[in-house]
Structure formats: structure tokens, C-alpha cells
């Protein structure tokens, strides 16, 4: 397979094979839940030539007081897919760099369902991915080069450093992706949202954001299982629940807050 995750073909590849695929992709509501069919199938999605397509999020149950008041603003339900989501990618592991005008963005995940999830987001922000595996049953999942990424590319690059910019906050859009790529549960009460390993610079900016956003974290060390964030308590993962919204049809369902 070449570096750009096609085959001699030139046709995209599809996600890697899932413990078993969802029967259907579309909820009787009529809104598409987030994630993708196995294999590019042609419930809710193209064939295998193309993309797989992503919806919104699923429709949590209804919210009362000031967390319902908080989650119509920041929750991942709040708004449509933007391209400025995509920085939720970037506050973890994933990488952005540029070429000319352009820019593309990349992420590594150790997971087939998460390459199911973030191929169909990128689709569902009108963004065309290609994924390969790579060393250590892990997987690279990127864009091509497009002058669309290039905005989030100056926003967040000095040189080809990676480094927040000054009003970064997390939204639950930005937080669904940064879960859907990085995000891992220890139970009974814990879940840690992993960092890209040469970010320090941006690891202290992150955990403002976190804070920021009613999710107030302890950042682990790479001697600590990290580099990650840990979110401790019931009460800061109903939070993490509410803004993220329902689990996307790919993922495990112990992968997921609830």
C-alpha cells in the first residue's frame, strides 16, 4: 500500500474490518449517528471507491437547569460539523503541516473503530481521507493537501511547532473528535484523553482548556502512561457525557461515556 493509502487501483481503501458492522446507520429519528459501515458498505454510505459519509451526533436525552443551558451552547449537538472542529484532533495527538497554500492533517489511532469514526467525520466536514496501517497494529489516518486546512494550519503552527492559540477552548464537537481519536476509559471513574508525544508546548494550554470547559484533568507524564490527561469522578465524566453527545455506531460501547 502506498503512503497515501491507495492501491495500485487508485481507488481509497476502505476502513480496516470492525467487530461486526451496524446493521443500519440512520436512527428512526432520520438523523444519521455518528460513525461509518463496515467496509465502505451502502447502508448510509457511498461504496468502496469513495469516502465513508458521516452524520451529526446522536440526539442525547433531554437536559434540565444549567447543564442543559450549557450543553445548547458547547455540546456536540449545538451546532453543524465545522472544519474549526477539527482542532479537537490537533489538542491531542494528531499533526497538521503545510505545503504551499495548503495544509493536511493527519492523526494516528490504535483502534479499527476509530478510523471508522474519524473517516466519517472528515467526510461529514466535506474532507476526503485515506488511512494505512502502520508499526505496532496502530493506524495513520489523514487528509490530502488542501488550501481548506490551511486557516487551522496558521492558527495553530509557529514554524512547525505545534502550539494552541491564545482563545482556544474546547467545544463538544472538538471534544467528540479528540475522544473519537484519543480518548480511552479506566474504569470505574477515570478516562484519559491522550497528548502527542512531542507537544509539551502545548500540553499546559490543553489542560486550561479542559478546565475550562468543566473538565479539569491531571496531566500524566510520559513515566506515567502518558502523555494524557486524566479526567477523575462521576460527576466531570457526566459532564464529558453530556458535551460529547451519544456514542458513535462504531465504537465499543465501554469506549464511550454514558
Known amino acids: 500500500m502506498s503512503l497515501s493509502g491507495l492501491g495500485d487501483t487508485g481507488k481509497a481503501q476502505p476502513p480496516p474490518a470492525l467487530f461486526p458492522a451496524p446493521e443500519s446507520d440512520t436512527p428512526t429519528s432520520g438523523r444519521r449517528r455518528g460513525g461509518a459501515p463496515q467496509n465502505g458498505s451502502s447502508q448510509g454510505g457511498p461504496s468502496h471507491d469513495g469516502p465513508l459519509q458521516n452524520g451529526s451526533a446522536q440526539t442525547g436525552p433531554p437536559q434540565t437547569g444549567d447543564a442543559a443551558r450549557q450543553l445548547v451552547f458547547f455540546g456536540a449537538d449545538a451546532a453543524e460539523p465545522t472544519v474549526a472542529d ?120 490543553i489542560g486550561v482548556a479542559l478546565g475550562a470547559a468543566g473538565l479539569a484533568g491531571t496531566l500524566l507524564g510520559p513515566g506515567e502512561g502518558g502523555p494524557a490527561y486524566r479526567i477523575t469522578g462521576r460527576r466531570r465524566l457526566a459532564r464529558l457525557a453530556e458535551l460529547v453527545g451519544g456514542p458513535p455506531r462504531a465504537a465499543p460501547a465501554h469506549a464511550w461515556p454514558t
Open 86 to 205: 477539527l482542532a479537537g484532533l490537533l489538542a491531542g495527538p494528531g499533526e497538521v503541516v503545510r505545503m504551499g497554500g495548503t495544509a493536511r492533517l493527519s492523526v494516528q489511532v490504535d483502534a479499527a473503530w476509530r478510523v471508522h469514526v474519524l473517516v466519517a467525520e472528515l467526510a461529514s466536514r466535506g474532507l476526503a481521507a485515506t488511512w494505512e496501517p502502520t508499526e505496532g497494529e496502530r493506524h495513520a489516518v489523514r487528509t490530502s493537501y488542501t488550501r481548506v486546512l490551511k486557516p487551522l494550519a496558521a492558527a495553530w503552527l509557529h514554524g512547525t511547532t505545534k502550539r494552541p492559540p491564545a482563545a482556544f477552548h474546547l467545544t463538544g464537537r472538538r471534544l467528540r473528535l479528540w475522544l473519537a481519536a484519543a480518548g480511552t476509559p479506566e474504569p470505574p471513574d477515570c478516562f484519559l484523553f491522550r497528548l502527542g508525544a512531542d507537544d509539551q508546548e502545548c500540553w499546559e494550554s
